[in-house]
């Protein structure tokens, strides 16, 4: 009994002493930063009633322009974290000095849970090699071929949106339509699938991609390991996604590549692309090839980004229209203009020809990123010239984009939405990583030509048919954000009154 006793007291005594050592590991190296709060660090609001780049945005506030140095210390969970306070630094951690920040240093477990050995997870040299792989399936030429696919879904967008404008006389919550919009989309170009999510609201592709992205396997409690020591929960052999998600997702790549290998179907869409790379795999081009769990990996990815972000952030841009009538009018006569002299059809030259539509979209997108924060992780010691502000391999890095495009030192009275911060003067004005939707260097968003041709498609046939406004009492003003999804998105959904453009 002595001895267990003994070894009890030992094993607590480390155990103090390690969480010590974590928990003061800013403050031995003096670093500014707020006190911790064991176990959560400084995320004890995250996922009850503050949105998590909330929570850096007002950290980024709290000590730039007060500290020698370009970030301060964070703790996520038992995690210590680099908060990137200048911008000068972001552009050192996003692309001058990527060879050292090269990895995200998030979960991912390709043994038990193969959903998640996708690009946005994978590190190293595994990383470098996919992406080379897959950088031809996102060119110019192959959106083209796609715009097509899209158009189509779009022409069912507006059909859908035009008999619940008709069928509700007050609002219509906008967020779903929209999701089952991209939806659609993706699961058209990305699985060669007829989702048919737009005609319904049950539809399993929806509520599959919705539960992969708010539900967690083993819930909330075990965010503390999956996020805070992401390398230990793989080797526990932790998964992230639910299964049924996985069984779903794994079941329809498995029977799509069958049908279209066995059938010998060509679609031109994301899907041919990855089939074309997995027979090189199994004729032994294991070079240029992938398996089959890594297209699956790669597919459910594409998926998930392409509709969660792109619906976002067109509900972000309809309800910031709603609220500046000026700005939708004028982009409306741009639309329409435009389909006129292209005698009513929109393709994919005439839209290039809106430029306007981009510059709402990427003000919206300044406004509210739907994705308001980029992590990083030191894959090797890096030297300041200050060496109280070197970072240790290992020590995460967060570039607040929320913050950085709330910052009134490059965009002055950041609240209001004006798309003309985006003419081309005023981006020349502005220093490289002040605009970070898509993330900056060689890892960013690899699918951003995708995700901003089917905004921009949903967003010109909408305006073109119909008119936004606010809702006296069911739009909430100002925006309310989702406390619990690790990406930005609004609380309730976006209701706003919806009504068909009637033109002379």
């Given at each position: 009994?002595?001895?267990?006793i003994?070894?009890?007291?030992?094993?607590?005594?480390?155990?103090?002493?390690?969480?010590?050592q974590?928990?003061?590991?800013?403050?031995?190296?003096?670093?500014?930063?707020?006190?911790?709060t064991?176990?959560?660090?400084?995320?004890?609001?995250?996922?009850?009633?503050?949105q998590?780049?909330?929570?850096?945005?007002?950290?980024?506030?709290?000590?730039?322009?007060?500290?020698?140095?370009p970030f301060?210390?964070?703790?996520?969970?038992f995690k210590?974290?680099?908060l990137?306070?200048?911008?000068?630094?972001?552009?050192?951690?996003?692309?001058?000095?990527?060879?050292?920040?090269h990895?995200?240093?998030?979960?991912?477990?390709?043994?038990?849970?193969?959903l998640?050995?996708?690009?946005?997870?994978?590190?190293?040299l595994k990383?470098?090699?996919l992406?080379?792989?897959?950088?031809?399936?996102?060119?110019?030429?192959?959106?083209?071929?796609?715009?097509?696919?899209?158009?189509?879904?779009?022409?069912?967008?507006?059909?859908?949106f035009?008999?619940?404008?008709?069928a509700?006389?007050?609002?219509?919550?906008?967020t779903?339509?929209?999701?089952?919009?991209?939806?659609?989309?993706?699961?058209?170009c990305?699985f060669?699938?007829?989702?048919?999510?737009?005609?319904?609201?049950?539809?399993?592709?929806?509520?599959?991609?919705?539960?992969?992205?708010?539900?967690?396997r083993?819930?909330?409690s075990?965010?503390?390991?999956?996020?805070?020591?992401p390398?230990?929960?793989?080797k526990?052999?932790?998964?992230q996604s639910?299964?049924?998600?996985?069984?779903?997702?794994?079941?329809?790549?498995?029977?799509?590549v069958?049908?279209?290998?066995?059938?010998?179907?060509?679609?031109?869409?994301?899907?041919?692309?990855?089939?074309?790379?997995k027979?090189?795999y199994?004729?032994?081009?294991?070079?240029?090839?992938?398996s089959?769990n890594?297209?699956?990996?790669?597919?459910?990815?594409?998926?998930?980004a392409?509709?969660?972000?792109?619906?976002?952030?067109?509900?972000?841009?309809?309800y910031?229209?709603a609220?500046?009538?000026?700005?939708?009018?004028?982009?409306?006569?741009?639309?329409?203009?435009?389909?006129?002299?292209?005698?009513?059809?929109?393709?994919?030259?005439?839209?290039?020809?809106?430029s306007?539509?981009?510059?709402?979209?990427?003000?919206t997108?300044?406004?509210?990123?739907?994705?308001?924060?980029?992590?990083?992780?030191a894959?090797?010691?890096?030297?300041?010239?200050?060496?109280?502000?070197?970072?240790?391999?290992?020590?995460?890095?967060?570039?607040?984009t929320?913050g950085?495009?709330?910052?009134?030192?490059?965009?002055?009275?950041?609240?209001k939405f004006?798309?003309?911060?985006?003419?081309?003067?005023?981006?020349?004005?502005?220093?490289?990583?002040?605009?970070?939707?898509f993330?900056?260097?060689?890892?960013?968003?690899?699918?951003?030509r995708f995700?901003?041709m089917?905004?921009?498609?949903?967003?010109?046939?909408l305006?073109?048919?119909?008119?936004?406004?606010?809702h006296?009492?069911?739009?909430?003003?100002?925006?309310?954000?989702?406390?619990d999804?690790?990406?930005?998105?609004?609380?309730?959904?976006?209701?706003?009154k919806?009504?068909?453009?009637?033109?002379?």
């Amino acid at each position: 009994m002595a001895v267990l006793i003994v070894l009890l007291l030992g094993a607590l005594t480390l155990a103090v002493w390690f969480v010590q050592q974590r928990f003061s590991y800013w403050k031995r190296r003096g670093i500014p930063h707020d006190a911790p709060t064991i176990p959560f660090g400084n995320t004890k609001e995250l996922m009850k009633t503050v949105q998590i780049s909330e929570i850096f945005k007002r950290t980024y506030f709290k000590y730039k322009n007060k500290t020698d140095g370009p970030f301060v210390g964070f703790y996520m969970y038992f995690k210590h974290i680099a908060l990137v306070t200048d911008i000068d630094f972001a552009k050192t951690v996003l692309i001058r000095d990527f060879d050292k920040f090269h990895d995200r240093g998030i979960f991912h477990n390709e043994r038990d849970d193969p959903l998640t050995n996708n690009l946005v997870n994978i590190e190293g040299l595994k990383w470098k090699t996919l992406r080379q792989k897959l950088t031809p399936t996102f060119t110019s030429g192959k959106m083209k071929n796609m715009f097509p696919t899209i158009l189509n879904v779009g022409d069912d967008l507006i059909r859908v949106f035009g008999e619940k404008a008709s069928a509700s006389k007050d609002s219509l919550e906008i967020t779903d339509l929209l999701a089952r919009f991209t939806a659609d989309v993706i699961g058209t170009c990305a699985f060669g699938l007829e989702c048919h999510s737009l005609s319904d609201p049950k539809a399993e592709f929806v509520t599959m991609g919705t539960s992969a992205i708010t539900e967690r396997r083993y819930g909330k409690s075990m965010d503390l390991i999956l996020f805070g020591a992401p390398k230990l929960a793989a080797k526990l052999r932790m998964k992230q996604s639910p299964q049924k998600v996985e069984d779903f997702y794994m079941k329809i790549i498995k029977d799509t590549v069958d049908f279209r290998v066995k059938n010998n179907v060509k679609r031109n869409d994301f899907m041919d692309m990855l089939i074309e790379m997995k027979l090189k795999y199994e004729n032994g081009d294991k070079q240029n090839g992938l398996s089959f769990n890594e297209i699956a990996a790669q597919a459910f990815i594409f998926f998930l980004a392409g509709f969660e972000t792109s619906s976002t952030t067109m509900g972000f841009a309809l309800y910031e229209l709603a609220l500046n009538q000026d700005i939708q009018d004028k982009l409306r006569t741009e639309i329409d203009s435009v389909l006129k002299k292209h005698n009513g059809k929109l393709d994919y030259d005439s839209m290039k020809e809106m430029s306007y539509l981009e510059k709402v979209i990427d003000e919206t997108m300044r406004k509210r990123p739907v994705v308001g924060h980029l992590i990083r992780v030191a894959t090797e010691n890096y030297e300041h010239s200050n060496p109280k502000y070197n970072i240790e391999k290992g020590t995460g890095v967060i570039v607040p984009t929320w913050g950085i495009h709330h910052d009134p030192e490059f965009y002055p009275e950041p609240e209001k939405f004006i798309p003309e911060r985006f003419d081309e003067d005023q981006v020349q004005q502005r220093p490289a990583c002040t605009f970070l939707p898509f993330g900056e260097g060689p890892r960013n968003c690899i699918g951003l030509r995708f995700g901003r041709m089917q905004v921009f498609v949903g967003m010109a046939l909408l305006i073109h048919n119909f008119k936004f406004e606010v809702h006296p009492t069911k739009t909430v003003v100002p925006m309310e954000y989702r406390a619990d999804d690790i990406l930005m998105s609004s609380k309730g959904g976006i209701h706003l009154k919806v009504s068909r453009v009637v033109r002379q």
